[in-house]
């Protein structure tokens, strides 16, 4: 579903330039859920950036569902979003302004407004009871479930996970990790970035990432 041909990605900081990925090569199937582990700076983010088309790599090429995702203009990288990737990030998947419902409803509207509809998604989560609340009024494990909600909302093929239980305690954590074990099990690709040995294990499989190289 994903594919990462040899990834570089560079950054200059003053005069120094830093390698953050270097020849990163992955596949990950239908069905199938990776973790990308290793220490801070090891690259893990701006993989996932890179698997999203939200950055574009130096070098290297990513594909989704066998179509080009790099190098390509930011509109098109949108649509192949919008209609094939759920990105999940730690603490910014959700428009402040608006209710769970709306946020839900935007990500379902990015895609045509095709597939599940948008309470279904928020019952299976357990937050349908909240679905008229803004961000700023949800509790720690009702926003990491509405951000899951805005990432699942078209029932995506391939979901991105950067560090999704990060904030979270560790009952909502464990929680978080099963939804995206679960959606593995019905047929997506799941990627997810992590320090939690438990979500390692949880895993299909297991990427340790150190210094951009892949161990």
Sequence with gaps: MVEADSLYRFFHVDDDEVLAL???SLRVARGEMVAVTGPSGSGKSTLLFCLAGLDEPDGGMVRIGGERLSRRPEAERARVRANSIGVLFQAANLVDHLSVADN???ARGLAGGRRRERDDVLARLGIAHRAAARPSQLSGGELARAGLAVALANDPPLILADEPTGELDSDTGTDVLAILHGRAREGA???????????????????????????
């Excluded at 992590?194 to 161990?215: K, N, S, W, Y």
């Design 22 to 24: 270097r020849g990163v």
């Design 189 to 215: 690709a799941v990627v997810v970035v992590t320090h939690r040995r438990d979500a390692a294990e949880l895993a299909d499989r297991e990427i340790a990432l150190a210094d951009g190289l892949v161990q």
């Design 104 to 106: 839900v409803a935007l």
